[in-house]
């Protein structure tokens, strides 16, 4: 992501825009590696979400993004942390988040990662840069599902993932 170049008209055909949220179109996907073009319409946000602790990188093809990063702090149902290859099993109805820091995604600039420390964030493209935003994203095994914290409503719940373009 880094190093190669990619041409615009390569993913033309992965682009999938719908008007009231962001969608996923698979590029490539076996049993390590996923591979998917993110398409950001204006105003549209991810819920704050875990990685389940996989490895992964974002750059920008166009446009721009917020990367909120979070920590959890406490939670109470330990049982259902540190699970190697998920943050939790969701189920708990206290959370307590710390946030960590911003990331501002833009093309040419720094790849946005998550890793085995650092898997907790929310994606915004925000509706005062009316702009729509497209990024793609590999992931080091595929991602199926992730753990939504509802802070507001102080749960925590696993959300199966598809992708938009199958």
Known sequence: LVAYEIAPDDLER????QPDHHTRNK???NDMIEVML???PIGSITPLHTHNGQLGWMTMIEGKLLVENYRKVE???PENQQV??????AGATKIVMEHVGNEFA???GP???VDKTQTIHRIVNRAEWNERAVSMHIYSRPI????VFDIEGQRCFRRDLKYDNE
């Not at 992965?14 to 825009?17: D, E």
């Not at 190697?84 to 099993?89: E, I, Q, R, S, Y």
């Not at 199926?144 to 753990?147: A, H, P």
């Open 106 to 108: 833009v093309p040419g």
């Open 84 to 89: 190697v290859g998920l943050d939790c099993l």
């Open 14 to 17: 992965y682009k999938n825009w």
């Open 27 to 29: 590029i490539f996907r």
């Open 144 to 147: 199926d599902s992730w753990v």
């Open 111 to 113: 790849l946005n990662t």
């Open 38 to 40: 993110i398409c950001w």
């Open 75 to 77: 939670c109470n149902r």
